[in-house]
């Protein structure tokens, strides 16, 4: 049995939260075990309860879309959520729900250990980005560890809002010119410093 396996039994085993009675299934996230590309959404919903899987109802079909962009599928990424189970009637997930469920995405970083690790939303975004704002800071990115921390709209704000679809596709345009860079920048001096084509804010 594979680490990430394990952990998706420990994961399965988690009633920390009241959500936990109501799920259909756990969604602990999929991909490769080894993704350069960690995505991380906000919450199961409904079809991804009932899967799951994440990511396999409308907004997962335009994540897709947006994979196929710069040329990747899901199974070269791995997809994974703030939180793991769907909270009742798709609600925003509250802080216990994402505290209680942190240390499940800690350890799936730790396991995967991701170049890059993209923000789809407020709630992801937050947890990497404190107190920052999504429309200021989507399409840009932060150096820390070897890691790069990358922020975009959800897939779903774009399905409901059009003028947001042209933001969030130019956005996952910039990843794999940042997935260069680092991997350059690493090779000659791995210390962490910030890189000039990113933006400071
Ligand atoms: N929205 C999310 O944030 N995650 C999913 O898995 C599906 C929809």
Same mark, same amino acid.
């Given at each position: 049995m =594979?680490?990430?396996?394990?952990?998706?039994?420990e /994961?399965?085993?988690?009633?920390?939260?009241? /959500?936990a009675?109501y799920r259909t299934?756990? !969604?602990p996230?999929?991909?490769?075990?080894?993704a350069? /590309?960690?995505?991380?959404?906000?919450?199961p919903g409904w079809?991804?309860?009932?899967q $799951?899987r994440?990511?396999v109802?409308?907004?997962?079909?335009?994540?897709?879309?947006?994979?196929?962009?710069? =040329?990747? @599928?899901r199974?070269?990424?791995?997809?994974a959520?703030v939180i793991k189970c769907?909270?009742s009637g798709?609600?925003?997930?509250?802080p216990?729900e994402?505290g209680n469920?942190?240390?499940w995405?800690d350890? &799936?970083?730790?396991l995967?250990?991701? @170049?890059m690790?993209v923000?789809?939303?407020?709630? =992801?975004?937050?947890?990497?980005?404190p107190? @920052? =704002? /999504?429309? @200021?800071i989507h $399409?840009t990115?932060?150096? #820390?560890?070897?890691v790069i921390?990358?922020a975009?709209?959800?897939?779903?704000a774009?399905?409901h &809002?059009?003028?947001?679809?042209q !933001?969030i596709?130019?956005?996952m345009?910039?990843?794999?010119?940042?997935?260069v860079?680092?991997?350059?920048?690493?090779e000659v001096k791995p210390?962490? #410093?910030?890189l000039?084509?990113?933006?400071?804010f």
């Amino acid at each position: 049995m =594979s680490a990430l396996s394990e952990l998706y039994a420990e /994961i399965a085993r988690c009633r920390k939260c009241e /959500i936990a009675k109501y799920r259909t299934n756990v !969604v602990p996230g999929e991909g490769r075990d080894d993704a350069d /590309i960690l995505f991380i959404g906000e919450a199961p919903g409904w079809n991804e309860d009932q899967q $799951g899987r994440p990511f396999v109802g409308p907004a997962g079909q335009y994540l897709d879309e947006l994979l196929a962009l710069i =040329s990747l @599928k899901r199974e070269q990424v791995y997809i994974a959520n703030v939180i793991k189970c769907r909270p009742s009637g798709n609600r925003d997930p509250l802080p216990t729900e994402i505290g209680n469920c942190r240390q499940w995405l800690d350890r &799936q970083i730790e396991l995967i250990k991701p @170049k890059m690790i993209v923000t789809l939303g407020r709630y =992801s975004m937050a947890m990497f980005f404190p107190n @920052k =704002s /999504i429309s @200021k800071i989507h $399409g840009t990115a932060q150096r #820390r560890d070897n890691v790069i921390y990358y922020a975009m709209y959800h897939p779903a704000a774009a399905l409901h &809002q059009q003028s947001l679809r042209q !933001v969030i596709e130019e956005d996952m345009l910039k990843i794999p010119v940042l997935l260069v860079e680092v991997e350059k920048v690493a090779e000659v001096k791995p210390e962490p #410093r910030q890189l000039n084509m990113f933006e400071v804010f």
